[in-house]
Every structure is written in C-alpha cells, then in structure tokens.
C-alpha cells in the first residue's frame, strides 16, 4: 500500500495574531470583572448586615462593633468585625429582619442575652453561596436569661446557616450547625467546664404548640469535664426535641410555667455516654413541676459500673454507703453482657432534686434559681 505524503498545516499569521488578540481581550475582561463582581457582592453582603444591625436597634437589641474590614479574595468573602456586642431588647420586642437568616429566630429571649467576642467573620465561599459561617475568635462573655455570666473560651469555632431554608423542614428557620475543637466555660465562682472536639446540629420551629418540637437538635463531644465529675466523660451524645410553646413572657420563671402548662417537655430520644469503664445510653423525658423544678424520668442501660461507683465515692461525690447499696441491687439486677460483662437496664428518676436509680437516692442537686416569680 502507498504511503500518502504527509503535509503539514499552515495558519496565516493574521488567524493567529487575531486568535491571540481575542483571547488576551477576555483574559483583560476576566481580571476587571471578577473583582469587580466581587467588590460588588462585598458591598451588598456589608448593607444587607448593616441593615440587619439598624433592624435590631429599631427593636430595642444593642448592637456595636468595630470598623468592618474584608479579606480572603479570591476564594472567599469575610467581612470581619472586631469587638462585637449584642444585647437582646425587652420580651415586648418583635423579630423582623433584612435576612431571615440573620433575624433572631426565636424572639427575644427570655431574661435576656449578652453576647460580646473580640473577632467575628462572617464568611461567604463561592463554592457554597448559600450558606453563611460564622467564626468568632477570642475570648467571649456570654450571659442567657437567669444564668450567671460565662467566659466562653473557644478553639477553631465554625457555625453555619443556610441562606435559603426548606419551610417544611424547619419552619422556615434555618437549622444551625456547628463544631468546635476545644470550649470551655467558667463562671464567676471558679467552677468551670469543657469539651474536646464537638458538633452540634440546631433547628428551630417557631410557632410551636402543644405536641410538637419547637427545637430539634443533635449533639456529640469528646472529652466533656464537668465539676460534678472528678474524671471527664470520653464521650457524650444525644439527640432529642424540645416541645411546646416558647413563648417570651416579661420573666423568665413565667415564661417557664407557660411552657409546662402548654403541654412543655423536653424529649431525649437517645443519649450516650462513656465515663472511664462506664458505658451507659438510654431515654428520657423531662418536664418541670409545680415548683417549676426539673422532674424526668429514663431508662438506663448500664455495663461497667463497678469501676464509676468507686471514683464517685472516692471523690465524694456520693457516700460510701450509698455505692455498697447501689452496686449490690445493681448486682442483683445485672445480665450477662458482652465480652463476658454484665449489664443492667434500670429507671432513673429526677425528682425534687434527687436523682435516683429505682428507689435508690444516688445524687441531690441544686434548686434551679428562676430569679423572679412566675406570673
């Protein structure tokens, strides 16, 4: 077979001149458009949180920061703003807002919020438009209704909201989701805790009535330290709902009562926890009482409880009498369990300020302090 002779092509050199001109025209184009567009977003993402901040104040919240500045071109927009304070308005206010997203979804809260951090940004990314992070920095104050004021102490925090929320979904609300590498909280008395890595999953439904989940959340954290514990829990999650009104009233004990007699309660449809050789998950339900005191009641599931009965009565957190007592009726109430362990399934009671384990008084707690009386 004949070879064909091979022939190369040839591009006048005014094709190639012209090919380069258009494509050095929309490489120019490219370079003034993209920042521009992007000095554009910044500017109406900086009005839109301007106009949520005059929102606010119009309704009675405090709202100050410092002198706004962006970075993070090209691959995302933060608008970063140094010393923010934000302090919610009396329960008489109403929530409206620039951005739903923005707005307080739950009204104003009860007894009151301040909120101040040194540095927050406000983050967009081009990849996920529609989704807003938060990511503050520093050492924070934080006080929510009738609990004392908290120095908040946060490591790597990122906290999102989706820009555009499903109705059906959440309300019309958008879910919150969060995850930390390190908090830690103290109060003014010394006493403080704190967790390793922890995500949280938040949804709120406003308008909520009787039956129905006016919070739903999702949460999970390693290394949890409380003061009641003299050693930190590896593990803790839960995930549950919050039913019922919640309606702000002028106090927060009225607007307690008004979720108990709404039909209130709080629904935990799965926790678990491990604390040293304790493994324990299970369910629960909490309401409040008459005296507006937590009352719950769950079913427990324990394996390893010897080992946690000896560290709370070396600590002394519960007597020694009480551990010999509870750990023979847990004995006798024990089934084979899993790598040759034994188990147990028990009720758990809240009651009065005593936690108990069938008819056995494990723990007394603090009366919760409302501050002022229901009306």
């Known amino acids: 077979m004949p070879l064909r002779p091979f022939k190369l092509g040839f591009v006048p050199c005014s094709s190639y001149a012209a090919g380069m001109k258009r494509l050095l025209l929309a490489a120019v184009l490219l370079v003034l458009l993209v920042p521009a567009a992007w000095l554009l977003a910044e500017w109406r993402f900086e009005a839109a949180v301007q106009d949520w901040a005059a929102a606010r104040r119009t309704e009675g919240w405090t709202v100050r920061s410092g002198p706004a500045a962006w970075t993070g071109f090209p691959f995302r927009a933060a608008l970063v703003l140094p010393d923010v304070a934000l302090s919610s308005p009396g329960p008489a206010a109403t929530t409206r807002g620039a951005h739903p997203a923005l707005a307080p979804a739950a009204g104003p809260v009860p007894g009151g919020l301040d909120w101040a951090v040194p540095r927050l940004e406000l983050v967009v990314s081009p990849l996920h438009p529609l989704t807003l992070g938060l990511r503050p920095a520093g050492a924070e104050r934080l006080r929510v209704a009738m609990l004392p004021p908290l120095a908040v102490e946060v490591e790597d925090a990122r906290v999102t909201v989706p820009l555009r929320t499903d109705p059906g979904a959440t309300g019309g609300v958008p879910a919150i989701t969060a995850t930390v590498a390190a908090l830690r ?38 290394d949890v330290a409380l003061p009641a514990l003299p050693l930190p829990l590896r593990t803790l999650s839960l995930a549950g709902a919050l039913e019922g009104p919640l309606d702000p009233r002028p106090t927060a004990a009225a ?6 007699d709404g039909g209130g309660r709080l ?3 799965r926790f678990a926890a491990q604390w040293g050789d304790l493994a324990a998950d299970g ?22 409880y010897d080992a946690a009965l000896d560290a709370l009565a070396a600590a002394g957190t519960i007597g020694p009498g009480t551990a010999t007592v509870a750990r023979a009726v847990l004995g006798l109430m024990a089934q084979p369990g899993g790598e040759g362990g034994r188990s147990v399934e028990l009720p758990v009671t809240w009651r009065a300020g005593v936690v108990s384990a069938g008819q056995i008084p494990l723990l007394r707690t603090p009366a919760v302090a409302w501050g002022l009386e229901a009306d």
Request: no cysteine.
């Open 255 to 260: 607007t307690a009562a008004a979720w108990r």
């Open 267 to 269: 629904l935990v449809q």
């Open 283 to 304: 369910s629960t339900t909490l309401t409040l009482d008459g005296a507006l005191q937590p009352a719950a009641s769950a079913t427990v599931r324990l394996s390893g």
């Open 185 to 222: 909280l103290a109060g003014p008395g010394g006493g403080a805790a704190s967790t390793g890595a922890l995500s949280l999953f938040l949804a709120l439904h406003p308008g909520a009535g009787r039956d129905a989940a006016a919070v739903t959340v999702q949460f999970a954290a390693a």
